[in-house]
Nanobody, 126 residues
Framework: QVQLVESGGGLVQAGGSLRLSCAAS????????MGWVRQAPGKEREFVAG????????LYTDSVKGRFTISRDNAKNTVYLQMNSLKLEDTAVYYC???????????????????WGQGTQVTVSS
């Protein structure tokens, strides 16, 4: 399995921006479909965004479309989540996740990922 380490979380005011990073190690990064999943207190984990192995295809949950952007740099073994216009309801622990899937696949199912990072807290204040 690939090892994943997230960074970039923190406290931000509503309307602000944060950029999350997830560094991968241990296996060939470009072999993995990547995603960001979040979990708010008392709620189940929720798919946020996913990206295909080449980065050519992306998918977002409706609540973040137009505000969040997922990207990857296979040369740096890193996936990013740029979060703009943050809202109070974006407050959650954000997890980076990976799955060994086909080249053009984007994985929207939380249960479809088999490697996870430790998570990074994002708190949006009013």
């Amino acid at each position: 399995q690939v090892q994943l380490v997230e960074s970039g979380g923190g406290l931000v005011q509503a309307g602000g921006s944060l950029r999350l990073s997830c560094a991968a190690s241990g296996r060939t990064f470009s072999s993995y479909v990547m995603g960001w999943v979040r979990q708010a207190p008392g709620k189940e984990r929720e798919f946020v965004a996913g990206i295909s192995r080449s980065g050519g295809r992306t998918l977002y949950t409706d609540s973040v479309k137009g505000r969040f952007t997922i990207s990857r740099d296979n040369a740096k073994n890193t996936v990013y989540l740029q979060m703009n216009s943050l809202k109070l309801e974006d407050t959650a622990v954000y997890y980076c996740a990976a799955a060994e899937l086909g080249y053009y696949i984007v994985q929207p199912r939380v249960t479809g990922y088999d490697s996870w990072g430790q998570g990074t807290q994002v708190t949006v204040s009013s």
